[in-house]
Structure formats: C-alpha cells, structure tokens
C-alpha cells in the first residue's frame, strides 16, 4: 500500500510541474521578487464578492468533517472543542446546483464557552472567473447565531497577494438536526495591481 500512496505521489508531482497554472499570474521565485521589488509603483484596487458557501456535515459526501472533539464537547450548549475540517462549494446562487466558483478549504471549531463561536482558519480558493487561480485567506470569530459576522481577510495569493479586508457572513439556511449550512458572504477586498 505505502509502495502505491508514493507511486500516486510523484504521478501528481510530476502532473503540477508539467501543467501549467490556470492562474495568469507567475509565480516563480523569481517572478515574486519581482512583483515584490515593483510594490512602490502598485495601486491599490478594491474588489466586491459574492458568493454562497456549504458547509455540508450530513449525508454520503459531507464537504465538512469532524476530526476532533474534547471530552466535554457533546455536553456543551455551545460545541466547545469541535474541530471541523472543510472543502466547501463556493456557488454563485444559495443552490447547490448553482455555478461553483471556488471552494472554502480550511478548518473551523468551536472556542467559545459563552457562544456557538467558531474559529475559522481557512482559504477561499477562486477555480472560475476573473481570480480564477487566486486565493483569500480568512482568519477570524464567527458568532454563528448573530445575523451579520464580519471576518477578517488577512491575505492571498496570485492577484490577491498581500490582500487585505473584510468577509460578512449571514446564514440563509441551516437545519439544525443534520448542521448542514448554506452562509451567504460578501466580500470587499484591497488588493495591488503591480505590472
């Protein structure tokens, strides 16, 4: 088996070396240097976002497991101590069947005695459209149950390098048995255009 994981390995090694990135920005060492050493010249361009994410715990093919939990933590009113990790949908309407336009990759949990509070730490990762390739990083507090959370945007990458602002979530659905959830967000975002 370990044999076959290492022969899978290096197949995809290998794939991402040969193909290039869907992204049109280089990222070569060299090419960042660059964009770096251009950074005086930049300007400062503001993007809006919208989008629908699921977060699915449920079914044959949840988008967000469970990969630990505290001792304490199905006795808790507020999941203290849940850790979840996610590849959500990214949609462009509140329907599943909507246009994926990227998806949500990270890990969320409960850290809040006093709230349903999560910890989210993640990355919202562009697969169409024009930041195709490109990356947000969101790192914050989610009060789930206030109708407006707002978290911060703390960088990226591609044409969202050294981006900064702010992701609002309001959730548009969520069934309280199976935890599935649909989380309406926009985004508004500064980031440099460097050419």
């Known amino acids: 088996m370990e044999?076959?994981?290492?022969?899978?390995?290096?197949?995809?090694?290998?794939?991402?070396?040969?193909?290039?990135?869907?992204?049109?920005i280089d990222k070569q060492p060299a090419a960042v240097e660059t964009w770096f050493k251009n950074l005086p010249n930049a300007k400062e361009k503001l993007a809006k976002?919208?989008?629908?994410?699921?977060?699915?715990?449920?079914?044959?093919?949840?988008?967000?497991?469970?990969?630990?939990?505290?001792?304490?933590?199905?006795?808790?009113?507020?999941?203290?101590?849940?850790?979840?990790m996610m590849d959500n949908p990214l949609t462009v309407g509140p329907g599943l069947e909507s246009k994926i336009i990227g998806r949500a990759k990270g890990i969320y949990g409960g850290a809040s005695f006093e709230e349903i509070g999560l910890l989210m730490t993640l990355n919202l990762v562009f697969t169409e459209g024009e930041f195709n390739g490109s990356t947000l990083s969101v790192l914050g507090h989610n009060p789930v149950l206030d109708r407006y959370r707002e978290i911060p945007i703390v960088g990226g990458s591609g044409v969202?390098?050294?981006?900064?602002?702010?992701a609002t979530a309001q959730t548009t659905s969520i069934n309280v048995t199976t935890q599935d959830a649909v989380v309406e967000y926009n985004v508004i975002v500064l980031y440099y255009v460097n050419k």
Do not use: Q, W
């Open 3 to 24: 044999k076959v994981s290492t022969i899978l390995m290096l197949f995809f090694l290998a794939f991402a070396i040969a193909i290039p990135s869907a992204c049109c």
């Open 49 to 84: 976002l919208h989008f629908y994410f699921h977060d699915t715990v449920s079914g044959k093919n949840p988008s967000a497991i469970t990969v630990a939990e505290a001792n304490i933590t199905r006795a808790s009113p507020t999941a203290f101590g849940l850790v979840r």
């Open 160 to 166: 969202f390098r050294l981006a900064r602002g702010i």
